[in-house]
């Protein structure tokens, strides 16, 4: 069975700090996408960023950037200068390719940006 | 370009009653996903519509059923509510069926007295 772990269930970094949230996942499968979702106090599940098990590039989106080790089945995400805004509960994700739509999520870290 | 909108936003019911929740999804999308998450919790899948018909389903029971219509909206229906079906019930659509970017709505958070 597929399974996400995120072993920090809070974090709190001041304003323009850079934090980094942990993730593990367990599969099998050789051919798979992981995810970051953020999800603010409006409860809509907004995806940050994601990354194919395929390519060894980390990738990353503007202040969000990840370290994708493969061997090792870790999905850590790092976030630069921390902004107010960025305070939500922050989901990682897998998918299986041919399982599209069928995302498992990890039970999630909420990060607080202090002023 | 409106995203995925879902209605009601709340929702109170008492055990033992059927709730329908609705979900329109984003423009041009033609697949549906719904997600039950449990306070404190990561989202779990509920089942995936496309084409009118369920495709896939995750560890759910029979009292989850869903629907989707030709103009690719979908409702999600639960029967028999229980107590541990209070939740936030979030929809998502994507492009296609084999399309891993989802776009979620804002969920429907339900309570079961």
């Known amino acids: 069975a597929q399974t996400v772990t995120q072993s920090q269930p809070e974090m709190s970094v001041q304003e323009a700090e850079t934090v980094t949230l942990s993730c593990t996942y367990d599969?099998?499968?050789?051919?798979?996408?992981l995810f970051w979702y953020k999800q603010p106090p409006s409860r809509q599940m907004i995806l940050v960023i994601r990354?194919?098990?395929?390519?060894?590039q980390n990738a990353t989106e503007n202040r969000f950037s990840v370290n994708f080790q493969k061997a090792a089945k870790s999905f850590s995400l790092k976030i630069s200068d921390s902004q107010l805004g960025d305070t939500a509960m922050y989901f990682c994700?897998?998918?299986?390719?041919?399982?599209?739509?069928?995302?498992?999520f990890g039970s999630g870290t909420r990060l607080s940006i202090r002023p | 370009d409106a995203g995925v909108t879902q209605s009601p936003t709340h929702l109170i019911k008492t055990r033992g009653q059927q709730v329908t929740l609705r979900c329109s999804p984003k423009?041009?999308?033609?697949?549906v996903s719904w997600y039950q998450q449990a306070l404190g919790q990561g989202p779990q899948f509920i089942f995936q519509?496309?084409?009118?018909?369920?495709?896939q389903r995750g560890n759910f029971p029979d009292r989850f059923s869903g629907h989707q219509f030709p103009n690719y909206s979908s409702e999600l229906n639960v029967n028999a509510l229980l107590l541990g079906d209070s939740a936030l019930y979030l929809c998502?659509?994507?492009?296609?069926?084999?399309?891993?970017?989802?776009?979620f709505g804002s969920g429907t958070q339900l309570s079961v007295l």
């Open positions: 998502a659509s994507s492009l296609d069926v084999r399309e891993e970017k989802l776009f």
């Open positions: 990354q194919e098990a395929y390519k060894q």
């Open positions: 423009s041009g999308h033609d697949t």
């Open positions: 599969t099998s499968e050789s051919n798979y996408y």
């Open positions: 519509y496309y084409e009118e018909e369920e495709r």
């Open positions: 994700a897998f998918i299986h390719d041919s399982s599209a739509s069928k995302i498992i």
